[in-house]
């Protein structure tokens, strides 16, 4: 599945999320717009269970509203305002579930999927997200990530026709991802920072059959260079920008 798609993929960044709020339907349908094929989003558990894409673990940023959402079930998030704080024009934007962008966009764009329950590892987020994949049929237009090796293995064992991907930090903390951990055979590719890699360590990565995505690349000057060393694929807020500069866009 993975060889079969474009390089360099352009994953817009929890949607178009320089123009648009982020991990909103809005975003997504803005990415679309810019001439988008894919786009990267965060997923997580409510109190009740249910998945819902936002990034942070709280409310705060990106709602009028507070609290952590490992408190708050989902009809609590139903009212919550997740538009107003980028611009007033997304005012009555909200917080998504992941079967509504699945209904909305789940063959129109090519999702890479961030399994995030970095703040409660035993919950049930893969196997709930697992099973949302499996009932819309949309194997083929899904990557799995996620910083959590344990995340990835759990879903191969569950979908093992999905492709996954280890995000690893930049610095010492994603050295072993970036330089061991990517090659075990559970991955089909390697996520790693901008600032930690080289246009010998893409190839390196390429030798043993994986892609390389690199995150997050919002900079004119950064996507040439990695364009030119050859990367697969790119996570940007600024999909149109990054189709201009790859030739991919008008």
Known sequence: ML??????????????????????????????????????????????????????????????????????????????????????????????????????YGRKLFMNIELTNYATPRDALVERVAGLVERFGLQEHTLFSSFFPSNLRKAGKLLPDVPRGLLAWPGLFGFWGRWVGYRNPCYQALHPHLSSISGSFVKNVQRTGRRIHVWTVNQEADMLRLFSWGVDGIFTDDPALALRISGGGA
């Open 3 to 104: 060889p079969d798609l474009p390089c360099p993929l352009i994953f817009a960044h929890r949607g178009a999320s320089a123009h648009a709020p982020e991990n909103t339907l809005a975003a997504f349908q803005q990415a679309i717009q810019e001439g988008a094929l894919a786009v990267e989003f965060d997923v997580k558990l409510t109190a009740d269970g249910e998945v819902v894409v936002l990034h942070d673990q709280t409310v705060n940023r990106t709602t009028d509203g507070q609290g952590d959402l490992r408190n708050i079930p989902l009809a609590g998030l139903r009212d919550l305002d997740a538009g107003s704080w980028f611009n007033e024009q997304f005012r009555g934007e909200r917080i998504p579930t992941l079967a509504q962008v699945f209904e909305a």
